[in-house]
């Protein structure tokens, strides 16, 4: 089967920057994708890292270790707008062809 | 371009009541998910489909669920009877083929009395 852990609530300051961690087990894990969700609204994708390393879109980032097990996501500037739930999500067995999510962050960005 | 439509947005019934929800998706993508999505949870695959064909429907309670993508294109889901537990917000999502990004639709939160 799979996992994921990501802490459930964050909070931080506008402004700011925050990360968001993911540890999950797969089998066949092929890759690790970021979405995010605003109260009421669809998910979003944000970003997907295959390899290990970063990815940089704009003010959001994404981490992968493939050895660790271990990815996150890195918000710099925050924005109020920023207050949503993350979800990361492993992709298994021919890249977004299968995709479990994990139980979401839900951040909470304050002036 | 339109994005995932869906309908209706809202749903509330009665328990052993029959629902639907129809999906339709981004013109020319050929893969087609539903999701359910519990408060506070990520989003659960129920099935998937490769044009008109489902791929993936292993988590797909088939004894009250079903599915259909008759001409590849639109879907619908349905729940025969519903049950209390599957009130939840019943997302479908598309991508150009399984390889792609998926895009959500905004969702049909279901209510079951």
């Known amino acids: 089967g799979q996992s994921l852990e990501q802490p459930s609530e964050v909070t931080a300051v506008e402004g700011a920057i925050v990360q968001i961690n993911c540890t999950y087990q797969?089998?066949?894990?092929?890759?690790l994708s970021w979405y995010q969700q605003h109260d009421g609204g669809a998910p979003t994708f944000l970003s997907y890292?295959?390899?290990?390393g970063l990815e940089e879109t704009g003010r959001f980032s994404s981490f992968l270790s493939r050895s660790d097990s271990y990815g996150y996501l890195l918000l710099q500037e925050l924005q109020m707008k920023d207050s949503a739930s993350y979800f990361c999500?492993?992709?298994?067995?021919?890249?977004?062809?299968?995709?479990?999510f994990g139980t979401g962050t839900k951040l909470q960005v304050i002036p | 371009e339109a994005g995932v439509v869906q309908s209706p947005r809202y749903k509330i019934i009665e328990k052993k009541q029959p629902v639907a929800f129809w999906c339709n998706p981004i013109?020319?993508?050929?893969?087609l998910y539903w999701y359910l999505q519990n408060l506070g949870q990520g989003p659960e695959l129920l099935i998937r489909?490769?044009?008109?064909?489902?791929?993936?429907d292993s988590q797909l309670p088939k004894d009250r669920f079903s599915a259909e993508r008759l001409k590849g294109v639109d879907s619908t889901l349905k729940i025969q009877p519903a049950e209390l537990g599957d009130s939840a917000v019943y997302l479908c999502?598309?991508?150009?083929?399984?390889?792609?990004?998926?895009?959500f639709g905004p969702g049909t939160r279901l209510t079951v009395l």
């Open positions: 999500a492993v992709n298994r067995a021919g890249g977004y062809q299968k995709v479990t």
């Open positions: 797969t089998s066949g894990f092929y890759g």
């Open positions: 890292n295959g390899l290990d």
């Open positions: 489909y490769e044009n008109e064909e489902a791929v993936d």
């Open positions: 013109s020319g993508h050929n893969t």
């Open positions: 999502a598309s991508s150009l083929t399984s390889d792609n990004e998926q895009f």
